[in-house]
């Protein structure tokens, strides 16, 4: 059981990065100033594949917190 949960943690790791790693950034310079008052951006909210992406790295970082808090008891 150790060793699936092994692998199930390896894979969603994985998973994760890769998810993490294709979410768009801001531009280096709007996003830096960002920190220090901003530059007036503007908000909007996120569809298609940015939401899937958003909702896809909370839902990976949920299962691999169960996962390794399961081989933490086990």
Do not use: C, D, P, W
Not at 23 to 50: C, D, N, V
Request: charged residues 10%; positive net charge.
């Amino acid at each position: 059981m150790n060793e699936v949960l092994m692998y199930l943690q390896i894979i969603l790791a994985v998973i994760l990065a890769a998810t993490i790693l294709l979410q768009q950034r801001s531009s280096s310079l709007g996003g830096a100033l960002g920190a220090f008052g901003g530059m007036g951006e503007t908000f909007h909210t996120k569809r298609g594949a940015e939401q899937f992406l958003h909702l896809s790295t909370i839902a990976l970082v949920a299962g691999l917190l169960t996962v390794t808090l399961l081989r933490a008891i086990l």
